[in-house]
């Protein structure tokens, strides 16, 4: 008996160092705003995305450092060559959150309800290629083949997407078959995670994933309390920094900052084409001249911004893919350089004359416009503020504009009373067709002229017709052929005179460990079922 | 019958006053550029015959008269509409978030007053006169911090956010009480009580105090509102979750039915304020009368 | 006396400043010396450079030119405002008092960001620095008087009960004669601490407007908008040169007071 407990005792003595996860072990960390939906089907805004990844199942997941697909509930898949159809075999035994068994029932349910029209959601409409239904064949309890109606080029890189909602739970898409569940919604102020008991993960030494035993969210809009929070140990980590806190912190605490590298996501300003546009005509004819874009392309001082805006963490644009997709960049393509002189050069070739420090156009009027672009966002107006500098020094009057988020939206998008727009871009797929509603000329988002009947210009004739082209391929080479040259007409014709692509920043706690930064969102909790606190420690294995 | 006459004309004062708020902020509101757009506008991912169901689904709520007369004929039996921001029930967000909000405003008018009104009170006397200058310059100095500034210096001091409401409000209420106050103090029947020899408290509560009392409590009224304007930098900053952080989202996000709802609760805390306030001071010039 | 003195000199020595703005200012307020944003005070750089490598001596000096003239007008626009309306509502009492009362209600409760969001709307895009300005303070000064009328309502009342005005009926004064020559011009204390209030809040409420379009636009700077970079103090004060624009407005707001308090009393 003595000896039974001195070898029990022993036992424990061995194992306390695995680091059994300390009960009541929490992450926290801050929310932009409070989530739209908690429904993974509907998610559209950055806040709903994160309770999606923290707590839904997906049949594969990109691992956001390899860039690799890997196995997720699904323990392999294969895609038609046509591209028309994939064939996964799901994982057995597998839970959701409440006890409901998953079945390829349930993935059929979720992509039938994802691709009912009626939805509208963003994940269903990037599986969209064609008219038609979606067909679902489940050969036993575990296989299952999806048929779309029209190819859909990048198909499992979209199930990275894809939440799988149970078909026969009553808790509905609150069942879950990620690492967390929602146990709290506190609207506006914080949601509250726990660990999803029946989470079929499991570490190399058998361990139940995650390690963290719940995630607390807050909401906070006001980033610089976000970042004082963390230096006071309040939260744990920041997901996405802007360059000036980032230096703030790095000054502070060395230790905290991380930069992950160029990211996906870039600057740009556009002129407004709209043909129907409230603007004076003699003003569409200056924003449809390909040489006036250019020019004022070269008066603009990239590498000004990328220093001063964002403390050397950005670098010059290229053009609408960054740098930091390694497989899609145009490597052929530089950054416009800062050339003031060849810019009144490219405009004296247009008429425009400089005159006592004035541009005018061969008309006489003298040339200024306004640049619009969300207030609040302090990067932005800096960035307006020194274009104004930039396209003084060629005399042309830029007048900045700062307008609240809705007010703008609506100029865009429906009134289009607006002269030239500044804003940013945020891309989280690294396949250029989920961009496919920017390029095509007949799209909502093609943002400097949107839903033409037929295009405006021969080169958006191009662009459309290389942009079709390589979404009804699965042959990398072609498709890449056609994607770097869209990337060149782009960049000689500026429809978007792309600034800068900014370095993902981000903020880490000491006490987070086997958190590894990247520049593909989400940055820093990619691998949350991984991530442990304080003293508890990981199978590294 | 007179009391209940005048509490019915009272009732009827409010109940169309509040009615022309709501309306009012709704035609504010629904008027407003950027009502009806959304973020997902912007998303590249949607199809056109998403974007144009969207379009289609924020058409479909029509002008802000209609909108306002149904919204009433739900309200009349509970339903005060869902937050478009928040997506839940405005009924729901308002009984979670008041009391907070009730805290932080009785917290905030409480310090602004005590200090506002004792401060003033202190600078009346002719011995204090230091004191007087001392807060005033206090005070001149609050009004030009802006309120965001003032709620993260609370975090950053790791104090109550809700002191900081009675900062903001306190250079008001002192402004306005030590300005009534030394004015009264220059009044002939105070300049009469001083040269028969009568004490300063006694000429300030017994001579001064009476005169201003009106203004004093007009005032008291009108600082619920400056509260409850400070409440919304506050308690965005000091992440206290009330009606002041719900306010701003709204806004931002242009959240009709619960804009309505806050617009109406404000005009209501206004009024009961203002009307207790001049409640009181009627009560006052009767006893004087008397 | 001598605290007056120091306080006439100072807002002497602001508005030479002001009309010197282009001579005492070593660089432009808009120049933006790019090689050294956030830099700390120098030679060149009195209260060093902004964010942008702009010097800050020359924005606080140039601003100051905007809000001294600007948020006084609009100051005074409410304040008068507040004393026509509250006078006028305590004066006649009854029910144009209810009335009017109840239209100050409403005013302090609206949510006043949407109708300046549809001014903003109205203006076109390219318009100008000045019009724009000058539109955001008539908008605060037509929009910031509800809160002072109610008080200088129930003075009014209170006045009307007077010996002043029993004294000035007797007189033979009554009506608006009445209300103009004894009623109004008592209601100074009420009026003063208004306008005195309305000052730094329509200069910060200036640059808070600034994320509607409305306000002083880039690069011309105010005094609001140089106050609004202490939002960004949450990590600490790396420089105590951003401290200037708010202890100027402090010692300015209180010049005045000074000065013109002065004044009262010798009248």
């Known amino acids: 008996m003595k000896f039974r407990s001195l070898i029990c005792a022993f036992a424990l003595l061995c194992l306390a160092p695995l680091g059994w996860a300390q009960p009541g072990s929490q992450l926290k960390f801050c929310l932009g705003s409070q989530p739209r939906t908690l429904n993974p089907l509907l998610v559209a805004d950055d806040a709903s995305e994160t309770v999606r990844y923290l707590t839904g199942g997906v049949l594969m997941r990109l691992n956001r450092k390899t860039q690799q697909l890997e196995p997720e509930l699904a323990t392999s898949w294969k895609v038609s060559a046509a591209g028309k159809s994939i064939t996964f075999t799901l994982r057995e035994n597998v839970r959701f959150s409440d006890g409901t068994p998953f079945s390829a029932e349930d993935v059929a349910y979720t992509m039938q309800r994802l691709m009912d029209p009626a939805l509208h959601s963003p994940g269903g409409d990037a599986f969209r290629g064609g008219e038609g239904k979606l067909e679902t064949q489940i050969s036993g309890r575990n296989r299952i083949t999806l048929t779309f109606p029209a190819a859909v080029v990048g198909l499992d890189k979209l199930f990275d997407q894809v939440a799988i909602v149970s078909a026969h739970s009553p808790l509905k898409e609150m069942a879950v078959l990620g690492p967390y569940y929602v146990a709290e919604n506190k609207a506006g102020a914080y949601l509250l995670l726990k660990r999803n008991p029946n989470y079929w993960k499991h570490d190399a030494s058998g361990r139940q994933l995650p390690y963290i035993d719940s995630v607390r969210l807050d909401i906070q809009q006001n980033r610089d309390i976000e970042l004082l929070r963390l230096t006071r140990g309040e939260i744990e980590l920041i997901n996405a920094l802007d360059a000036e806190s980032y230096e703030k912190l790095r000054a502070k605490a060395p230790q905290m900052a991380v930069d992950a590298g160029i990211g996906l996501d870039s600057e740009q300003v556009w002129f407004n084409q709209v043909a129907a546009a409230p603007i004076e005509g003699y003003k569409k004819a200056w924003f449809a001249s390909t040489r006036f874009r250019q020019a004022i392309s070269r008066a603009v001082n990239r590498g000004d911004i990328a220093r001063v805006v964002y403390r050397g963490h950005a670098r010059p644009a290229v053009s609408w893919v960054s740098p930091a997709n390694r497989v899609w960049f145009n490597e052929k393509l530089q950054p416009h350089p800062f050339d003031p002189q060849g810019a009144l050069a490219l405009l004296q070739q247009d008429g425009f004359q400089l005159q006592n420090g004035t541009l005018r156009d061969r008309e006489g009027h003298a040339v200024e416009f306004s640049v619009i672009t969300n207030a609040g966002n302090k990067g932005r107006e800096k960035i307006a503020a020194m274009m104004q500098q930039d396209l003084q020094r060629v005399g042309i009057r830029l007048n900045v504009v700062t307008l609240d988020f809705p007010s703008l939206i609506e100029r865009i998008t429906r009134t289009f009373n607006y002269e030239a727009c500044l804003l940013g871009l945020v891309n989280d797929d690294l396949d250029p067709n989920s961009q496919m509603n920017v390029w095509l000329s007949s799209a909502d988002n093609h943002q400097w002229n949107p839903a033409q009947k037929t295009p405006a210009t021969a080169w958006e004739a191009e662009i459309d017709k290389l942009m079709r082209q390589q979404a009804s391929t699965a042959d990398f080479k072609k498709r890449k052929q056609a994607v770097d040259r869209v990337q060149q007409i782009v960049w000689e014709q500026e429809p978007f005179i792309y600034l800068v692509n900014k370095e993902a920043l981000a903020g880490v706690s000491p006490s987070l460990h086997n958190a590894a930064p990247v520049a593909l969102r989400p940055q820093v909790y990619w691998n949350i079922d991984r991530l442990t606190l304080g003293t508890q420690v990981a199978d590294k294995r | 019958m007179s009391a209940l006459r005048r509490l019915g004309q009272h009732g009827l004062r409010i109940a169309v006053v509040l009615l022309a708020g709501g309306l009012l902020s709704s035609m504010l509101v629904r008027t407003a550029p950027g009502f009806g757009v959304d973020e997902q506008d912007l998303d590249s991912r949607l199809t056109a015959e998403s974007h144009r169901a969207l379009h289609g689904a924020q058409a479909t709520e029509g002008g802000f008269l209609r909108f306002y007369v149904e919204w009433c004929g739900r309200a009349l039996h509970g339903d005060l509409g869902t937050s478009i921001a928040l997506n839940e029930p405005v009924r729901q967000l308002l009984a979670e978030r008041m009391p907070e909000t009730a805290k932080t405003l009785g917290a905030g008018l409480g310090l602004a007053w005590m200090l506002g009104l004792g401060l003033a009170l202190l600078s009346s006397v002719p011995a204090m006169r230091g004191v007087g200058w001392a807060a005033w310059f206090v005070a001149s100095a609050l009004l030009c911090v802006p309120a965001a500034v003032l709620a993260i210096l609370f975090v950053l001091a790791a104090a109550p956010g809700r002191l900081a409401v009675g900062l903001i409000v306190f250079p008001k209420v002192f402004e306005f009480t030590r300005n009534l106050l030394g004015h009264s103090a220059d009044l002939p029947h105070v300049l009469a009580a001083r040269a028969r020899g009568v004490g300063e408290c006694r000429v300030l509560f017994r001579h001064v105090l009476p005169v201003t009392a009106a203004q004093i409590l007009a005032l008291a009224g009108v600082s619920v509102c400056m509260g409850l304007a400070a409440c919304i930098p506050v308690e965005v900053l000091c992440d206290l979750p009330g009606i002041g952080q719900l306010a701003w989202k709204a806004a931002l996000g242009r959240d009709l039915p619960l804009l309505v709802m806050l617009t109406m609760l404000v005009t209501l805390a206004t009024l009961a304020a203002n009307g207790a306030a001049e409640a009181l001071a009627g009560n006052l010039r009767g006893g004087e009368a008397r | ?267």
């Open chain 3, 1 to 267: 006396m001598k605290v007056r003195i120091a306080a006439l000199v100072f807002l002497a020595l602001l508005a030479l400043g002001c009309v010197l703005a282009g001579w005492i200012a070593p660089q432009g307020y808009a120049e933006q010396f790019r090689s050294e944003p956030d830099a700390a005070c120098s030679r060149a750089h009195l209260l060093g450079t902004d964010d942008l490598g702009r010097d800050r001596f020359a924005r606080v000096l140039y601003g100051t030119r905007v809000s001294l003239l600007l948020a006084p007008a609009a100051a005074l626009l409410a304040t008068a405002l507040a004393g026509l309306i509250g006078g006028a509502a305590g004066f006649f009492g009854g029910a144009l008092e209810g009335c009017v009362m109840a239209v100050t209600d409403l005013v302090l409760a609206m949510p006043w960001f949407f109708l300046l969001i549809t001014v903003r709307a109205l203006l076109p895009l390219n318009v100008s620095p000045a019009l724009s300005v000058s539109i955001t303070f008539a908008l605060l000064g037509c929009l910031g008087w509800a809160g002072a009328a109610r008080v200088v309502c129930a003075n009014a009342r209170g006045l009307c009960r007077s010996d002043l005005a029993l004294l000035a009926r007797a007189q033979g004064a009554s009506g608006l004669r009445l209300l103009w020559r004894h009623i109004l011009p008592n209601l100074r204390p009420a009026l003063s601490a208004q306008f005195w209030i309305s000052i730094p809040v329509f200069i910060l409420t200036e640059a808070n407007l600034g994320m509607l379009g409305l306000g002083v636009a880039e690069p011309l700077p105010s005094w609001g908008s140089l106050l609004r970079e202490l939002e960004s103090c949450s990590t600490g004060i790396t420089q105590p040169a951003i401290l200037a624009p708010l202890v100027l407005v402090i010692l300015t707001v209180s010049s005045f007071q000074i000065a013109v308090r002065k004044e009262e009393k010798h009248a």
